[in-house]
């Protein structure tokens, strides 16, 4: 009777590994729609945005699941992929594949009980994600490109579901960061594979001929750039407090991150990063406290 419960604990905890729910801090752009429209303090529209949120996270977990099967002899012979559960064969393809649709046919649902402007979004995000990992991913820039899309895909669809105005400036930060974020993660790929780069990511033999420290240093700028641009032209309404007294802790955020990834290589997995550089986490907390006393003032 234990034994047959362990099993089936060790089973169910594969089958959660295969969604990667510590991804799932990627969604918390959704939320910025109903944060900057001023609307996050309605509970209906807080409700919408948690529920596009989730929407978000069950389709990046389909994908992850898409990703993870077709990958699954690629990453046998990577040097850390090669735990993922399809590629230890923890889960088998049916079951993964059965799984990933199942995921995606929920997010849809969640998706619509808010518009089907959103759920078409939803469904338009699983497509381009899965054209990534079919094709996208192995063209270098267009890949980073295509990992930036779907966080701008994210950002507004968070402002469509609280039936917000799109924010020229959302959409430019979000596209910038996640470039910027991107580019981290091809510098680390590139790094830990020692030149091995035709076995793993084919793109990454494209990014072996550029200086990804200078284009993510520019990059960088460019985003604290848009958010100081940002952070100056947005109306004030009266406030107490002007949204610029939030960019202190952006810098701080960016210039750590870029450290780490430049001095520590520890740009692999940005969502893991979050949790465990207290800097990193500090500064974007403070951030967070601060946007709020800016809305509340």
């Given at each position: 009777?234990r034994?047959?419960?362990?099993r089936?604990a060790?089973r169910?905890?594969?089958?959660?590994r295969?969604?990667?729910?510590?991804q799932?801090?990627?969604?918390a752009?959704?939320?910025a729609?109903?944060v900057f429209s001023g609307q996050?303090?309605?509970p209906?529209?807080?409700?919408?945005?948690?529920l596009?949120a989730?929407a978000?996270?069950?389709?990046?977990?389909?994908?992850?699941?898409?990703?993870?099967?077709h990958?699954?002899?690629?990453?046998?012979l990577h040097?850390t992929k090669?735990s993922?559960?399809?590629a230890a064969?923890?889960?088998d393809?049916a079951?993964?594949?059965?799984?990933?649709?199942?995921l995606l046919?929920?997010?849809?649902?969640?998706?619509l009980?808010?518009s089907?402007t959103?759920a078409?979004m939803?469904?338009?995000?699983?497509?381009?994600m899965?054209?990534?990992t079919?094709?996208l991913?192995?063209?270098a820039?267009?890949?980073?490109?295509t990992i930036a899309s779907?966080?701008v895909?994210?950002?507004?669809?968070?402002?469509?579901?609280?039936?917000a105005p799109i924010?020229?400036?959302?959409?430019?930060?979000?596209l910038?960061?996640?470039l910027m974020?991107?580019?981290g993660k091809?510098?680390h790929e590139?790094?830990?594979?020692?030149?091995?780069?035709?076995?793993?990511?084919?793109?990454?033999?494209g990014?072996?001929?550029?200086d990804?420290?200078?284009?993510?240093l520019?990059v960088?700028?460019?985003?604290?750039?848009?958010?100081a641009l940002?952070?100056?032209a947005?109306?004030?309404y009266?406030?107490?407090?002007p949204?610029?007294?939030t960019l202190?802790?952006?810098v701080?955020a960016?210039v750590r991150?870029?450290?780490?990834?430049?001095?520590r290589?520890?740009g692999?997995s940005?969502?893991v990063?979050?949790?465990?550089d207290?800097?990193?986490?500090?500064?974007?907390?403070v951030?967070?406290?601060t946007v709020?006393l800016v809305?509340a003032s």
């Open positions: 009777m034994v047959a419960t362990g089936q060790y169910l905890s594969a089958y959660l295969l969604m990667r729910p510590h799932w801090t990627k969604n752009v959704v939320l729609g109903v996050a303090n309605e209906a529209q807080l409700l919408r945005a948690c596009a989730i978000f996270c069950l389709v990046s977990s389909a994908v992850y699941v898409f990703n993870d099967w990958d699954r002899d690629e990453d046998r040097p090669c993922r559960p399809i064969r923890e889960v393809s079951s993964a594949l059965l799984l990933g649709g199942a046919v929920v997010s849809i649902v969640v998706a009980l808010i089907p959103l078409g939803i469904l338009v995000y699983a497509i381009l899965s054209a990534y079919l094709w991913r192995s063209v820039v267009i890949d980073v490109l779907g966080f895909l994210r950002a507004i669809g968070g402002t469509v579901a609280v039936t924010s020229m400036w959302l959409f430019v930060c979000t910038l960061l996640a974020l991107g580019l091809r510098r590139l790094r830990i594979l020692h030149g091995e780069t035709s076995h793993h990511r084919p793109s990454l033999a990014y072996a001929r550029i990804l420290d200078r284009v993510m520019g960088g700028l460019l985003t604290l750039g848009a958010y940002y952070s100056v947005v109306p004030t009266g406030r107490s407090l949204m610029i007294a202190p802790f952006v701080l960016i991150y870029l450290y780490l990834v430049f001095q290589n520890l692999g940005p969502e990063l979050l949790i465990r207290r800097p990193l986490l500090l500064s974007i907390a951030w967070s406290v709020a809305l």
